[in-house]
């Protein structure tokens, strides 16, 4: 029996076992083991022996029951040991706290511990700190964790890892928009996060590491669990022109975000600047009401916007159907208490799911079961399932925008002096009130030193204690304090008692590549690797070994970034001099101590203390000049400097390192070889490369020395492409010595290396000869004085600005950079001040012969780092200049098409200019050739013209010989060579010659793509064509006449007094006219020094574009050389000079009378030129009796006038009007020229051969005869004058502006006019001569017909009906672009396009320049024809012709105006993009485009294009624009949005009377009385002056009058009173 009570009870323990859930360990059935050691290893026999046989087996009398005694008594003491062991196991298990579980119980409230955490957890954190290189956050029961940062977002990481591959002058030139942490983050910012790893280490202890991905947080989430109104965490993946592209780490889903759902967030958390990639957001989505099924395989695109507000309210619900996979921390949910437990936490249900609140998380200390609870989800434990909540306020209501909390102000040491007992917690602590509301808790550990024995006993409710803040706890919204004594005397650092300056003791906690951290106390800094001695240690691990102490000083302390940097340097730590920390220290003659941050080429950056930083240009360094400053100074370098100037504002200061009190930096000459001397030649070896060239040693004499990068090459590219291409160890042949200062310089330039080989060298200033031409390097450039040239062995000279070029020096003087090498003449030099002057003209320096080095040099030094650079090879070796390769389509810029290579897979560009037509539309593979070879972006230079790749595919094998001249055309153009295919014998063969023909030529090139050329082969190797452009053969004669042109040194002589050829460039009216002369140079010819003797309207005997012989005079002022025409200058006779020249003051008299041209007139006086540089006034009241028409002309400077010297004073000379040249010639005067044509004045005064024996009844009839009958006398009589007098019209008529439209059917009323019906010229002539002349009064009345007759013609409303009735008009008028229109008109209405357009192009040739809107006009009608009846390509080039002539933007205007009105809404869009790119600073162009979006209904891409208006223009066009919007919204689109952003201007500028006057207008026209009411009562009660306030209380009454009724006027005008009586 009691062996089956215990088989019994076993089997009911094991029964019990197998009934525990999956998650208990089974029972064991334990049995006797007994170890057979017969079998030590690998097959142990074990035997099992029951508990029942042990008794009978022990009184068997066994032998060997001795064998197994001792086995036994092993075996029992094994058996205890594992006893003992798994109850220590057991009890260590109990002491843990238990995972909850989630299946059918309830889960237990409970809190975050670091047992708990478990890799791939989602939590929810707050962005505690923010530092460089990771974030530290702050998890929920004081925990914290770290997040890396290569742990925010795939977009950021690969923006990172471009970075990463760029140099530091790369980033310094371009704009790399990749944004540092503290940009993305801030403190306060509640993200959720991955739980990646949790790590223990000896030095911090726990390690848990974070990830913010959203692919890691989103990652069980699909686009079908996607529901509208859900808010979901994602990061900003690229910025694009509409919005932003949104990161959710969904599969199969792409999210973007409108630029206006981003308004709000950005106004709020970016302080009005555009998100930027890697930016975290809480986003709400937007669904809409068709939301539709996902296809399986199909990409869905969701909108989201980040509103705040509206993702703060965001809440998932029961309809949604969200599975437990679906839940991330951070959504909130509606919980329903279903237990309360004794810890304090509740159990609640949400949703389908059940989850538990701990204590700490409640925001109401005393719930009960059934209570509905507004939560958010706080973690997920991933094995658990556990879910935990959270109900604190900062939690439930962010909506992406971090709060400012009253636990900002906390910091770790404050001490607080009142802390008020809330209540006891004998687990967590005791939970005190502190200033502003903030909750502070004290663990148990931190109340005393001793023991505390009963803590509600000591720390009885609202008992006042002085606690200290050990920390801050971001997440349970409470600070973290101790009350134990042994705090208050411990020292505790913080950020906040620590300033720049200050010294502290330090201990090194490691040394890492960018300096080494240290610590004090509680904080952390880091020393960085500049700073960690005075001199750069070649092995900084042996003086920084952790926990060795240092002293250092504090350079910056960044309270914002929370990062504390230091210096260990002995010189800073120990100096005597003033620290400087502000800018309020600073005084003119300071000394202080700094260290050098930067060394440029124009001067050294020096840093001081707290950022303050000072610039010390080149001149100041020392006082010996230092003209490589990297070469003396280096990084970190400790120096002394004097305080010269600085600009608070702009938080710029000057310094120098001049000084009476330290030794000059550079005064030390450089150590050279025994056998040194400028200008030999020297073998190099290279020791380094740095940016701006390289340390070399010289040849076995191991001196150091140094090679410029600017002076390996004549040619920039060449430089650039020789530093890629020489390594360190590389030796450098035929270099020389350039200088020798504080650095021993070389040069590897050809131009100085052959100057030094071919001329005796030149070290002295006494040395050099006026005449001397030596290569040189730019210096500076200086905009007042000129180009300063460095000359070999230091020498230094100044090319003056009108010596830069021979002509645009201005333009030249651009071109130039420093650094860049020249050729100078030297013009004068001065040995007592060290200086000379040179020139870098051509036709000073250019001797007629072009150097092909450049270009051998250059092709060399591109095979060497394409070809043949092994492994480092930039581009395939197996591709060459001149290859045919297969390309396909990538995409197209502004200028070129970009192609890969098939084979290579380069990318490949091919400029506009050389590609076939049809390839713009071919998007797939092409064949081109290469031309080029890019090493900045690896890419190569294509052609993909069909003509010209099969011309190199099937070229000709005829080796070229040197000196042979052949055909080629112009493929490519770079900076230094230019590409060319040679035709003829050598056809399809590619040719390299140099782009420029000299050093100076600044202004080349010369020549355009697909131009035919004639090149002299110079040099064939490596399979290269190297030539130069056959330019003409130079003259070598010392002087020579060429056609009576003065020819000298195979150049034109410009000296005074030769006479040279030019080309007629522009008519100037009322000055002269401009010459081009040869060579480049401009000349300007004064009206006076046109003829001998002076021609009424001397400018019609001059056209543009003439060639002109001219005589120089002298060269004027702006490099412009004064000319004359006078045939007795160019050919010394003066026998025929009818007007001598008037050459000064002193070569008149009063008395004498001179004659001249009027070109000013003024309210009283008339300006005259009576020679070239001399003027004359005259008395207005002498032209009194001139008809106006004569006035005109003679103020427009067209007729000769004769005048009489009064008075001379000084240089002012008066005279008095006599006469004014009539046209001699033709026996008309210049008035009655001025009459129109068209009449003939002396026909108008015709009578019969009885003269004035004819009465009123016989002129009768003629006043009666049909309008046909004068049309045709008018007609014949306009063609027959126009025959005639062609050359005697004089056009100057002015423009008449017409505000109406034609009237084309007006009637032509010709004026009464006399004996009008004979038309033969030859009675004519004989009446006239008989005829006596007609009486004062009668001439006034005939020219006032007229006048009314040419005014209505002009003005429409006598309407021409035939061609030669507008001929007569443009004639009359050339100048007016309304009568040219009409003229366009008349043909279009017969369909005669062609000659329309013939008319137009006349328009733009005859029309003066000077008349820019009556051109426009033009301009404008000819755009509306080829818009009407041409083609698009048609269109294109007169609007190109258009741009080039006029103002682009007026004329894009225009075309965008024709395009709306003729319906190509498209077209109109495309230029107003393009407008938009092209004048972005330009607010009108903004708002016609909105405009033309709102009037066809495209109000969201309207509102789309405010948001990238306002980042192009200025913001004092941001409040204008946004109004104008505003008005458009109230037009055109949504009336409530137009009010919510005149709102939001009113916020800033609330005093602005227009904008409340536009306001109050708008919502009056859209009808909203009442709400006009509302802003009226708004805008009276403002502060304003009473001007403005009268004029809305003036509005107000307006609108009641109309509006409202007599009770809301009688208020109106009661407030108004109070108004009054209260001011």
């Known amino acids: 029996m009691p062996q089956k009570s215990a088989s019994f009870k076993r089997g009911k323990v094991k029964a019990k076992s197998q009934s525990k859930t999956s998650t208990d360990e089974p029972a064991v059935k334990k049995k006797k083991v007994i170890k057979d050691e017969n079998f030590p290893r690998g097959g142990g026999v074990w035997k099992i022996q029951d508990s029942s046989d042990q008794s009978s087996s022990q009184n068997i009398a066994n032998p060997d029951a001795e064998l197994f005694k001792e086995v036994d008594e092993q075996h029992k003491s094994l058996q205890s040991r594992r006893k003992k062991k798994e109850e220590a196991k057991k009890s260590k298990a ?157 599969r199969g889903v792409k999210t973007f975000m409108k630029s206006l759902d981003a308004e709000k967030f950005i106004q709020l958390h970016n302080e009005g600047y555009s998100l930027k990639v890697g930016q975290p957001v809480y986003c709400g989505l937007k669904l809409g009401e068709d939301r539709m099924e996902r296809v399986a395989g199909d990409t869905r695109t969701v909108n989201v916007m980040i509103d705040p507000v509206e993702v703060s309210v965001s809440q998932l619900k029961g309809e949604m159907d969200v599975k437990f996979n679906n839940l991330v921390p951070g959504m909130r949910v509606a919980a329903r208490v279903t237990k309360v437990c004794d810890n304090g936490g509740v159990v ?235 800018f309020a220290q600073l005084e003119k003659g300071l000394q202080v101590e700094g260290y050098i941050i930067k060394t440029y080429s124009k001067g050294v950056l020096v840093g001081f203390y707290d950022n303050v930083k000072g610039f010390v240009p080149k001149k100041e360094l020392s006082t010996e000049e230092i003209s490589h400053p990297e070469k003396v100074f280096y990084t970190g370098q400790v120096v002394k400097c004097l305080v010269l100037d600085w600009n608070t504002e702009k938080g710029t200061l000057t310094l120098s390192f001049k000084s009476d009190d330290w030794e000059q930096h550079g005064s030390r000459l450089a150590d050279v070889p025994e056998d040194f001397q400028i200008g030999k030649t020297v073998d190099c070896k290279v020791r380094q490369k740095s940016k701006t060239g390289l340390d070399v040693v010289i040849g076995t004499s191991g001196v150091s020395a140094f090679l410029p990068r600017i002076h390996l090459s004549d040619s920039k590219a060449t430089c650039d492409l020789q530093m890629e291409v020489i390594k360190p160890d590389s030796v450098l042949r035929n270099c020389v010595y350039l200088s020798h200062s504080s650095v021993l310089i070389l040069s590897r330039r050809k131009s100085i290396v052959d100057y030094f080989k071919e001329n005796v060298v030149v070290t002295n200033i006494t040395d050099l000869k006026d005449g001397m031409l030596i290569p040189g390097t730019v210096k500076s450039i200086h905009p007042r004085y000129g180009i300063f040239v460095e000359l070999p062995a230091g020498l230094v000279g100044l090319a003056p600005n009108r010596y830069v070029s021979d002509r645009q020096w201005q333009r030249a003087k651009e071109q130039y950079y420093t650094g860049q090498a020249v050729i100078a003449r030297i013009l004068q030099t001065n040995a007592q001040d060290n200086k000379c002057l040179v020139s870098l003209r051509m036709q000073e320096c250019y001797q007629g012969n072009t150097d092909a080095s450049i270009v051998e040099e250059y092709l060399l030094a591109l095979d060497i780092l394409c070809k043949h650079g092994g492994k480092t090879s930039m581009f395939a070796p197996d591709i060459e200049i001149g290859d045919i390769c297969t390309a396909f389509y990538l995409g197209r810029s502004d200028d070129k098409i970009v192609y890969k290579l098939t084979d290579h897979g380069l990318t490949a560009k091919c400029p506009l200019d050389l590609m076939d037509d049809e390839d713009d539309d071919n998007m797939s593979s092409v064949e081109v050739a290469v031309l080029n070879f890019n090493t900045k972006d690896t890419s190569v230079d294509v052609v993909s013209n069909k003509e010209v790749v099969t011309a190199i595919k099937e070229k000709l094998q005829t080796k070229g010989k040197v000196h042979q001249k052949v055909k080629g055309k112009v493929l490519l153009i770079c900076d230094e060579v230019t590409v060319v ?155 025929d000079v009818k007007d001598p020249e008037v050459l000064g003051v002193k070569s008149i008299r009063v008395g004498q009378v001179v004659r001249g041209y009027i070109i000013k007139k003024t309210s009283s006086d008339i300006l005259v030129r009576i020679g070239r540089d001399l003027f004359g006034t005259i008395d207005g009241a002498d032209f009194s009796q001139i008809d106006r028409r004569t006035k005109r002309l003679l103020f427009n400077g067209k007729i000769v006038i004769s005048a009489k010297i009064t008075s001379l004073e000084g240089d002012k000379v008066k005279m008095k009007f006599l006469s004014y040249k009539k046209d001699e010639t033709k026996g008309k005067t210049i008035k009655r020229q001025h009459s129109m044509n068209s009449v ?201 012709r258009a741009v080039q002539q006029n103002e682009p933007l007026n004329v894009y205007q225009q075309l965008v105006s024709i395009y709306i009105k003729s319906g190509k809404l498209e077209e109109a869009e495309q230029l107003y993009s393009k407008m938009v790119k092209k004048h972005s600073a330009n607010k009108s162009v903004w708002l016609g485009f909105g405009e033309f979006l709102f009037r066809n209904g495209r109000a969201e891409s309207a509102r789309k294009l405010l948001q990238r208006s306002l980042n192009s223009l200025e913001k004092r066009d941001h409040v204008e624009t946004i109004s104008k919007f505003a008005q458009m919204e109230f037009k055109y689109g949504d009336a409530e949005r137009g009010k919510t952003m005149f709102e939001n201007i009113l916020v800033n500028y609330p005093r602005r009377t227009d904008l409340w006057s536009i306001y109050i207008d708008m919502v009056v026209k859209v009808g909203d009385i009442e709400g006009a009411r509302l802003l009226f009562e708004r805008v009276i009660n403002l502060q304003m002056a009473m001007k403005k306030m009268k004029f809305f209380f003036k509005k107000f009454l307006d609108f009641e009058e109309k509006h409202g009724d007599e009770f809301t006027v009688a208020s109106v005008k009661q407030k108004a009173q109070e108004y009054v009586d209260s001011h």
């Open 981 to 1135: 295919i040679l035709q003829g014998s050598l056809r399809g063969q590619v040719a390299h010659i140099p782009t420029k023909k000299h050093l100076n030529d600044v202004l080349g090139p010369s020549f355009s793509v697909a131009q035919q050329l004639t090149i002299s082969i110079q040099k064939i190797f490596n399979g290269h064509v190297v030539g130069v452009l056959d330019y003409p053969p130079h003259r070598q004669t010392n002087r020579q006449t060429v056609d009576g042109l003065d020819f000298e040194n195979g150049k034109f002589n410009l000296d005074p007094g030769n006479v040279v050829e030019g080309r007629l460039q522009k008519l100037k009216k009322r000055s002269g006219i401009l010459v081009n002369l040869v060579g480049g140079a401009k000349g300007i010819v004064c009206l006076t020094d046109l003829f001998d003797e002076y021609q009424n309207d001397p400018l019609t005997y001059f056209k543009q574009g003439q060639h002109l012989k001219c005589y120089v005079i002298d060269l004027g002022p702006r490099q412009t050389y004064q000319l004359s025409l006078r045939k007795s200058r160019i050919t010394n006779d003066k026998s």
């Open 1240 to 1440: 003939d004045s002396e026909d108008s005064r015709k009578v019969n051969s009885e003269g004035d024996s004819e009465d009123e009844s016989e002129k009768q009839p003629r006043k009666k005869k049909t309008k046909k009958m004068r049309e045709n006398n008018e007609s014949d009589i306009l063609t027959e004058e126009s025959h005639n007098n062609t050359r005697d019209r004089l056009s100057e008529l002015p423009s008449l502006k017409i505000d109406q439209a034609f009237s084309w059917d007006a009637d032509l009323t010709l004026p009464p006019t006399d004996g009008a019906g004979s038309s033969s010229d030859e009675t004519d002539t004989e009446e006239n001569l008989r005829k006596p002349q007609k009486s004062k009064k009668d001439k006034k009345k005939e020219e006032c017909m007229l006048f009314e007759f040419e005014k209505k013609q002009l003005e429409g409303v006598v309407q021409p009906e035939k061609a030669d009735d507008f001929e007569r008009l443009v004639l009359q008028s050339p100048d007016s672009s309304l009568v040219w229109i009409r003229y366009m008109a008349y043909h279009l209405e017969s369909s005669e396009i062609e000659k329309a357009q013939a008319v137009a192009e006349r328009a733009l040739k005859t029309i003066s320049f000077r008349e820019e809107q009556e051109r426009l006009n033009v301009w404008v009608a000819y755009l509306n024809l080829e818009n009407m009846y041409g083609t698009p390509a048609q269109l294109q080039k007169v609007l190109e």
């Open 348 to 582: 609640v249900k949400f949703l389908s799911f059940k989850g538990s609140i701990p204590v700490t998380h409640l925001s109401s200390r005393s719930p009960t079961k059934g209570d509905q609870l507004k939560a958010s989800i706080l973690y997920i434990h991933p094995t658990t399932k556990a879910v935990v909540l959270t109900t604190l306020p900062h939690i439930l209501d962010y909506g992406g925008v971090p709060q400012n909390t009253a636990l900002t102000q906390y910091d770790k040491g404050d001490i607080v002096e009142e802390a008020r007992v809330l209540y006891t917690d004998l687990k967590r602590g005791v939970y005190f009130r502190v200033e502003d509301g903030v909750t502070a808790l004290a663990s148990p550990k931190n109340l005393s030193d001793e023991k505390n024995s009963d803590m509600k006993v000591n720390f009885k409710r609202g008992t006042v204690h002085r606690c200290r803040v050990l920390g801050v706890d971001w997440m349970d919204n409470v600070v973290h304090v101790g009350l134990k004594k042994s705090l208050f005397s411990k020292s505790f650092l913080s950020l906040k008692s620590l300033h720049p300056g200050d010294l502290l003791e330090c201990e090194v906690v490691e040394l890492r590549d960018k300096g080494a951290i240290v610590k004090a106390g509680n904080i952390s800094g880091i020393i960085p690797s500049m700073h960690l001695a005075d001199i750069p240690l070649k092995m900084p691990e042996k003086k920084f070994t952790s926990g060795c102490k240092i002293k250092c000083r504090i350079l910056k302390n960044d309270l914002v970034k929370k990062s504390l940097v230091l210096t260990a340097k002995k010189s800073l730590i120990h100096t005597q001099l003033p620290l400087l920390t502000d």
């Open 94 to 250: 109990q002491q843990k706290p238990r995972v909850p579980i989630l299946v059918d119980n309830q889960p237990e409230p409970h809190l975050l511990t670091r047992q708990i955490l478990a890799p791939g957890m989602l939590v929810l954190g707050c962005v505690k700190e923010v530092h460089e290189y990771n974030l530290i956050i702050s998890l929920p029961n004081n925990l914290s964790g770290t997040v890396a940062l290569t742990q925010i977002s795939p977009a950021y990481t690969q923006q990172l890892q471009r970075l990463t591959q760029l140099s530091e002058e790369d980033v310094a030139n371009e704009e790399t928009d990749v944004a540092d942490l503290h940009t993305l983050f801030k403190v306060g910012t509640i993200v959720p996060c991955k739980v990646l790893s949790v790590q223990t280490t000896k030095q911090s202890g726990v390690k848990i590491n974070l990830s913010l991905n959203p692919a890691d947080i989103n990652r069980d989430l699909t686009s079908e669990s996607l529901h509208n109104g859900m808010s979901i965490f994602g990061s900003i993946s690229s910025v694009e022109d509409r919005g932003y592209v949104v990161d959710l780490g969904i």
